[in-house]
């Protein structure tokens, strides 16, 4: 399958035409990783926004030394990683390890992310507005687990 | 083709829940397998209103109990 009909399948690209996610097909690079593999850690400083294709994560936090950490939700195909840090230029906010073999992922760079939001403001305010609905998302997600 | 973005949560064990994308409407007593283990769903809910063809969907599921 294309990659952009991959992306197609992806809440984060909802509303953008064909061209459009060709465009955001030319910034994505293809990462494999194996069960146990970190593909984030709490705390670092990163550039990178992930896209899930194939398999599973799970996000950790507090994560550090002598102290094990809790996992607090497991994400599948179609969902995003990172998107705290590239919108708020923050450190990591949560770990991430890979538990499924393989899991596949796509990466994007902030610098290309953004490079691309301000060349072409439709993809840009397009792929905003996802990024605010997938966050409430989860948000929503965690709500309805703590009732 | 719609897709259908789903947050699994898990009661009666101590699973974390699950969110994934998937082709199909989650439904009440269907079997769902989220890592290893098997779920019975018990509830679904439309948790957002959907866009374009995404449907946003909340599932509650409990840990499957083989008759």
């Not at chain 1, 030319?26 to 494999?32: F, N, Q, S, T, V």
């Not at chain 1, 593909?39 to 550090?64: M, P």
């Not at chain 1, 760079?109 to 993809?123: A, G, P, S, W």
Request: charge should be negative.
């Amino acid at each position: 399958m294309e990659l952009r009909q991959v992306l197609q399948g992806v809440d984060l690209f909802e509303g953008l035409k064909e061209d459009e996610l060709e465009e955001v097909a030319k910034i994505c690079y293809e990462k494999r990783y194996f069960p146990g593999d970190t593909i984030a850690k709490e705390g670092d400083n990163s550039d990178e926004l992930f896209i899930i294709t194939d398999g599973f994560v799970e996000v950790l936090l507090g994560e550090r030394p002598k102290s094990s950490a809790r996992v607090v939700v497991s994400l599948g195909s179609g969902q995003i990683i990172g998107e705290m840090a590239l919108l708020d230029q923050g450190p990591r906010s949560a770990s991430v390890r890979a538990t499924s073999d393989p899991t596949i992922v796509q990466m994007i760079q902030r610098q290309d992310f953004e490079k691309l939001c301000l060349q072409n403001t439709n993809i840009g305010y397009k792929v905003m507005r996802n990024l605010a609905a997938d966050l409430s998302f989860k948000l929503r997600h965690r709500n309805l687990i703590d009732r | 083709m719609a897709v259908y973005k789903v947050s699994y949560v898990i009661i009666g064990n101590d699973h974390p829940g699950t969110i994934l994308n998937q082709n199909h409407m989650p439904q009440q007593g269907e079997q769902v397998q989220l890592g290893a283990d098997m779920f019975e769903v018990i509830e679904v809910l439309e948790l957002m209103p959907p866009r374009g063809e995404f449907h946003y969907i909340h599932v509650t599921c409990q840990p499957w109990q083989k008759d």
